[in-house]
C-alpha cells in the first residue's frame, strides 16, 4: 500500500518526469541505482504486462506448457472514495491498487496456514479497510517522497526513534538445491499422484521423464512441485 518496493520507483520516476519535478526524479533515479536498477526494471516491467504478455513470456520460458488455461475470477478492489465524492486515480495509486489487490490475497493465506498449523490465532497487522480507503484515496507523496518510499511513515516520531534499526539493509538467503537432491525430487514426482490433477497437462509428465527438470533452469518450478506432492502425500487427497 505505501510503496514499499525499491521498483516502484520506476514507475515514480516517469511520472515526476511527465510533472516537471526534475528534482524528485533525479532522486529517485539515484536511489534506484543503488537498489539494483535493472532488475527493478525488469520486475516492473513484469507487473505493468497484460495476462496476454506475461502468458507469452512463461511460454517463452518454458513453463506455459505444462499448466492448464484457467480463468481468474477476482473482483476489481473498489476503494472508498474521499469525502468530495471523488477517487484519487493517479497512475501511481492504479498501479498501488492492482498491486495490491494480486498480492493481499496470498500473503493472507500464507499467514493464516502458518498460524493454524500451530493452533495460534493470527490477525496481518494493519489490516484494516480504513487504512486501505485512506492510502488509495490520497496523493503520491504519502507513499513516496524524496526518494523513500512509506514516506509518511517515516515521518512519525517512533520512526524516528528506531530509524537506524528499521532501515538496515535486508539480509536475504537462498540455497541452491545439490544434484542428488533434484535427483531424487523428480524421481518421486514421477510417480506422484498429482500429476493426474486436471491443472497439469501431458508435457509435465512428459519432461519430468527426462532430465530437464534437474537443470538450473526449472529449479525454481520443481521445488514448488515437491511441495505439492508432499502436502498431497500428508493429506493423501487421492485416496479413498
Known amino acids: 500500500m505505501l510503496a514499499g518496493y525499491k521498483n516502484y520507483f520506476i514507475l515514480m520516476i516517469f511520472v515526476f518526469l511527465f510533472k516537471g519535478q526534475f528534482k524528485q526524479a533525479l532522486k529517485c533515479f539515484k536511489a534506484q541505482l543503488k537498489q539494483g536498477f535493472i532488475s527493478s526494471v525488469i520486475m516492473f516491467l513484469r507487473n505493468m504486462l497484460p495476462p496476454f504478455a506475461k ?3 512463461r511460454r517463452v520460458y518454458g513453463y506455459e506448457r505444462f499448466f492448464t ?38 500473503l493472507l493465506y500464507y499467514g493464516d496456514i ?29 507513499k513516496l517522497h524524496d526518494a523513500k518510499d512509506k514516506y509518511v511513515l517515516r515521518t512519525l516520531p517512533a ?5 537506524a534499526e528499521l532501515e538496515r539493509d535486508k539480509i536475504g538467503f537462498s540455497s541452491d538445491i545439490k544434484a542428488e537432491t533434484k535427483g531424487f525430487m523428480v524421481k518421486e514426482l514421477r510417480q506422484s499422484p498429482i ?5 497439469f497437462t501431458k508435457s509435465l509428465s512428459d519432461v519430468l521423464a527426462g532430465d530437464t527438470f534437474e537443470t538450473a533452469k526449472y529449479e ?15 493429506f493423501k487427497l487421492n485416496k479413498n
Open 55 to 57: 502468458s507469452w513470456m
Open 69 to 106: 488455461r484457467y480463468k481468474a475470477t477476482t473482483e476489481p478492489l473498489q476503494v472508498k472514495k474521499n469525502d468530495d465524492g471523488k477517487t484519487n486515480a493517479s497512475a501511481f495509486n492504479r498501479y498501488l491498487i492492482e498491486q495490491h489487490q494480486l498480492g493481499l490475497e496470498n
Open 114 to 142: 502458518v498460524a493454524m498449523n500451530n493452533s495460534v490465532e493470527n490477525r496481518s497487522p494493519f489490516m484494516d479497510h480504513r487504512l486501505v480507503d485512506f492510502v488509495f484515496s490520497r496523493g503520491d507523496k504519502l
Open 159 to 163: 520512526y524516528q526513534r528506531f530509524k
Open 195 to 199: 500429476l493426474e490433477w486436471p491443472i
Open 220 to 234: 525454481r518450478l520443481l521445488f514448488r512441485l515437491y511441495q505439492v506432492h508432499l502436502w498431497n502425500d500428508i
